[in-house]
């Protein structure tokens, strides 16, 4: 009997550091390799390649979403080879490269790398590859050491180099002229005096209470809010509280900066208790994670040209009592009975409500739990003061209610009804108005057609009245653009909506039967498969479903007949 060829897959992997329009962009690359492969291993292979790709991730390590699924998936289907339009696409460093290589080669799954000509299926490509990689590495370090050569030419003129701006200040813009005549421009921080008196108030607060949630408790109850006009949360007091920006560059500074061996470019002079501190290269970014504080030793401070608020030895103190906290850091208490977390909000002040267990059981021996609204707890009550919610209860009334909805078929039929036609009408309304607009968007781009066409027979006073109009309708039709790619946005919406309403009615058949039978984290999930959002509003719950996070235009739908959860204050 002929066994029949097993067909060889192909794999196409593409990487770009950056969301810009330099250097060969992801659809080049992977065009570039699908050209490589059908030249070489036939057509039927280039069209059936898989393609996996990673943008905005860097190649200085492995951490990224599509190559961890590319390796993932070659431990369950066969791969031929992997085929990358350049070496370094892969990786920069020499250490991550050799070990893929070497997995890659136990499992007979070739590399190869167009740009360069490498192949590992023959020794000597392995040799070059190997060689190449190492140059890549040395490439990637070079960059680096420039990067941080910058930086410290940088740290010298102690300016501000661009992002969100510490609160307490704003960046001004400032100019010079060079030896020879250019206009050089650079920033500085420039205080802001209301937010500056809410930094100073923040350190008091701390240094006199010594607790990260009192002080957060006094913010929220003074009704103080961020530059954002948002909530303090603990993690932003810790910020503010221990960027060094804010400390005056004195003599207790200077001690404190050289002991921990920061990389200073100042002088003892230059320490005069007025200015504040510049520190760069003090956070570690990564795509996809949260920046982390780099340890001392790799900063690069300088004298900063906007003053300081905190002194010295304060700012050094405070750091002393954060470190202090840690070992006993605050820790929200995890219920493993509760179902609605993460799910029910509080209507006064539209804030998540959490579970706080107690020591006492009821009847059926589970400890009891209540809800809480996260902002009367941190408030102590001054900024909300909601009635809590008794847990047990609202947690088996919300599955009794579903219960009920799944049994009673003609009021559900006639609930999805209902909601159909909500989702219809809105979506008629849609694409009644993205019809009109898009007529009118094409109509903006003839008229600036005609305008850009008549400059070349335009006087110099007519062309600039031309010029004036054209910007104004490019502005109209970027205006018109967002809109309609709204609209076609909501029309999908609408049109997954529609065809979703089944889905739910089945949906919740299968809960009432799987339910009994769950665990605590199974009846969470399953929760969430029709729950999208329950508010409490002190006497009863109100369960919203057949909606999208965040979807305005599309209000849920709310079962007015069906009030949940009782006061168990």
């Not at 060829?5 to 992997?13: N, T």
């Not at 850091?329 to 993460?342: E, F, H, I, Q």
């Not at 903006?444 to 008549?454: F, G, H, P």
């Amino acid at each position: 009997m002929k066994i029949k060829d097993i067909p060889k897959q192909y794999v196409i992997y593409s990487r770009k550091s950056k969301f810009t329009g330099k250097g060969e962009s992801i659809e080049n690359q992977i065009e570039l390799c699908r050209q490589y492969i059908a030249v070489h291993f036939g057509g039927d292979a280039a069209e059936t390649a898989l393609v996996y790709e990673d943008e905005g991730f860097s190649g200085g390590n492995l951490e990224r979403p599509q190559f961890k699924k590319m390796m993932k998936d070659s431990q369950k289907t066969e791969f031929t080879a992997i085929v990358v339009y350049r070496l370094d696409r892969i990786s920069r460093n020499i250490g991550d490269f050799a070990k893929l290589i070497e997995d890659l080669g136990e499992r007979h799954i070739d590399f190869i790398s167009i740009r360069e000509q490498f192949d590992t299926s023959s020794p000597m490509g392995r040799a070059m590859m190997y060689i190449a990689s190492v140059f890549s590495q040395l490439e990637r370090e070079t960059i680096a050491e420039r990067i941080r050569d910058n930086m410290h030419e940088l740290s010298k003129t102690g300016r501000w180099l661009g992002g969100t701006t510490p609160t307490g200040y704003a960046s001004e813009s400032l100019s010079s002229v060079t030896v020879d005549g250019k206009e050089k421009k650079a920033c500085k921080l420039k205080p802001i005096p209301e937010e500056i008196q809410l930094v100073k108030t923040i350190f008091e607060v701390f240094t006199e209470t010594g607790s990260l949630s009192k002080t957060d408790q006094y913010l929220l109850e003074h009704r103080c809010v961020t530059k954002r006009g948002k909530q303090f949360t603990r993690f932003a007091i810790r910020a503010i509280l221990t960027n060094p920006v804010y400390m005056i560059a004195d003599k207790a500074t200077y001690q404190y900066l050289t002991e921990n061996k920061v990389d200073l470019f100042a002088e003892p002079s230059e320490f005069d208790g007025q200015h504040g501190i510049m520190a760069y290269n003090r956070t570690l970014q990564r795509p996809g994670k949260a920046n982390q504080i780099r340890p001392m030793e790799e900063w690069i401070v300088s004298v900063g040209k906007h003053p300081g608020i905190i002194a010295g030895s304060n700012w050094v103190r405070v750091q002393a009592m954060l470190e202090v906290n840690k070992s006993k850091s605050y820790r929200r208490p995890r219920s493993n009975m509760a179902l609605l977390s993460g799910l029910l909000r509080c209507s006064e002040c539209g804030d998540y409500m959490r579970p706080k267990m107690t020591n006492r059981k009821n009847a059926n021996g589970e400890l009891i739990y209540t809800y809480m609204c996260s902002t009367k707890e941190r408030s102590h009550g001054t900024v909300c003061n909601m009635k809590n919610c008794n847990g047990n209860t609202l947690d088996a009334k919300v599955i009794e209610e579903i219960r009920k909805v799944a049994s009673d078929k003609v009021g559900f039929s006639q609930l999805l009804l209902q909601t159909k036609k909500v989702i219809n009408d809105n979506k008629a309304s849609y694409e009644a108005e993205l019809l009109l607009l898009t007529k009118k968007h094409v109509e903006t781009e003839d008229r600036i057609k005609r305008l850009v066409e008549s400059l070349s027979v335009s006087s110099e006073t007519s062309a600039k009245y031309v010029m004036e109009q054209i910007d104004e309708l490019h502005r109209q039709s970027e205006q018109e653009q967002a809109r309609i790619s709204e609209l076609e946005k909501l029309v999908r919406q609408s049109n997954a909506l529609t065809q979703d309403l089944a889905f739910y009615m089945e949906t919740i058949e299968s809960f009432v039967e799987a339910v009994d039978l769950a665990s605590i984290e199974e009846k969470r999930r399953l929760l969430r498969t029709i729950v999208k959002k329950l508010v409490w509003d002190g006497e009863n719950a109100h369960v919203y479903v057949f909606t999208v996070d965040g979807e305005v235009d599309l209000p849920p739908i709310e079962h007015p007949m069906y009030p949940l959860g009782e006061d168990s204050e």
